[in-house]
């Protein structure tokens, strides 16, 4: 393939497997499907169900947005490989699609820091709840991580627009992520390499110690609760945040080791990790959302027993 930086980038569908990609492409429009339909219900619930109209809620809600977001993002790349419409995409093609992961996971971390804080004062400081989280704040808390998740990328991203592209252009998933095309640059990679640890670093990780600090301070609150039912009933209401927290964490790091370490594995584990990556917890979040909340819960039991009548 051509070292000139403007030729295509061809996508990877099941390496080995083209046979079959029709095959996989049902379970993952399934999937899809799932993922459009889940996060819609949460938020037409959300905004239509009064008593929902609470912090605890509201961060949901940018939670659904930015796991719907994931989905529109890449819906297109993943089954068009699948389903042969789609070979190869633009470089710019390519750095826009990695623009908007990047940005939506950073947004997801984000998302659910905010939610550990609303647990955190929920549980730790219950009486100074409602003039600490005041719909003025949860705005403020809203433009602050949308600053955050779509600001700090871009330097990284616009310069991958400038690197020379001089190995085989075929990358490792049916999307385009920023750790996959330097990694086809002959340029100069130090300073994409260098600002995307330290936004790793200063964003994801920070985020998950922080998580990780506000539920020990929560479990701390909890035991000092002197009957066992109150500490269940306190504890109940984390239990749903804890699940789409790892949800979240584990398949990135999961991504990573296999990109850092991985380089001898099957590239079908790649695309595995890949896939896992972008569409579990948008799957997941859903589905948490409705089984571990009772509101929503009976909310979504309304809604199908009146269509069902």
């Known amino acids: ?7 295509g ?3 990877t569908g099941l390496t080995g497997l083209e046979v079959d990609d ?4 049902i379970p993952l429009s399934i999937i899809y499907a799932m993922v459009f339909l889940g996060n819609c219900m949460v938020l037409h619930v959300i905004r239509t169900e009064p008593s929902l109209h609470e912090p605890m809620f509201y961060f949901l809600a940018m939670l659904a947005l930015t796991d719907l977001s994931m989905g529109l993002s890449t819906v297109h790349t993943v089954l068009g ?6 070979q190869e995409v633009s470089l710019d093609s390519c750095i826009a699609q990695s623009y908007f992961i990047h940005s939506l996971s950073l947004m997801e971390s984000s998302v659910l820091l905010a939610m550990s804080f609303d647990r955190y004062i929920a549980i730790c400081n219950p009486l100074r709840y409602s003039s600490i989280l005041t719909n003025d704040n949860i705005v403020k808390i809203g433009v602050m991580i949308l600053c955050r998740s779509f600001f700090l990328i871009p330097p990284v991203i616009i310069r991958l627009k400038f690197l020379n592209y001089c190995r085989p252009h075929v990358l490792s998933h049916s999307f385009c992520l920023h750790q996959d095309l330097i990694q086809m640059a ?3 990679i130090r300073f994409n390499n260098i600002y995307a640890l330290a936004l ?5 990780l920070l985020d998950a110690v922080l998580i990780l600090i506000s539920y020990v301070m929560i479990l701390h609150t909890v035991l000092a609760i002197a009957s066992r039912e109150e500490r269940m009933k306190s504890l109940q209401t984390c239990v749903s945040h804890i699940c789409a927290v ?5 398949p990135i790091i999961g991504l990573t080791m296999v990109h850092r370490f991985g380089k001898h594995l099957s590239p079908l584990v790649h695309v595995f990790m890949g896939n ?6 948008p799957l997941m979040n859903p589905i948490i959302y409705s089984i571990k909340t009772q509101q929503i819960r009976r909310r979504i039991q309304r809604l199908f027993y009146l269509k069902g009548t």
């Open 9 to 11: 980038f061809v996508l």
């Open 246 to 250: 790892l949800v979240f964490y584990i």
């Open 22 to 25: 029709l095959w996989v492409s």
């Open 276 to 281: 896992i990556y972008i569409l579990f917890p």
């Open 1 to 7: 393939i051509s070292n000139h930086s403007s030729s």
């Open 200 to 204: 790793v670093i200063s964003t994801l």
């Open 81 to 86: 490989v699948l389903w042969r419409f789609i």
């Open 186 to 188: 002959c340029s100069d």
